[in-house]
């Protein structure tokens, strides 16, 4: 099983950028990776995913156009640059391994890491 960390999240005004890691260990992504997000009752959403070989990305509407997904192989990690956050971007996000777009089905959750943007 892949151990996953998260890492990056902070306190930010809207409007701000944060930059998000996640480190595996244990073993490798897999075939996908996978940013997850969930705000307070709310349910979790899967933001953005990318194939760990080819690099193809998809995001969720929501997020579109201000967020950006990246790997790095070498460092086993993958990172989420959110751009022009708002209040609504608020949640503990999370990353996950998978076989597929959007699976989060190798390995455990991590940690989370909180963002909070203030209005």
Known sequence: QVQL??????????????????????????????WSRQA???????????????????YADSVKGRFTISRSSAKNTVYLQMNSLNPEDTAVYYCAAGTGPWATDLGSWGQGTQVTVSS
């Open 5 to 34: 960390v998260e890492s990056g999240g902070g306190l930010v005004q809207a409007g701000a950028s944060l930059r998000l890691s996640c480190t595996a260990s244990g073993r490798t992504f897999g075939s996908y990776a996978t």
């Open 40 to 58: 307070p009752g709310k349910e979790r959403e899967s933001v953005a995913t990318i194939n760990w070989i080819g690099g193809s990305r998809y």
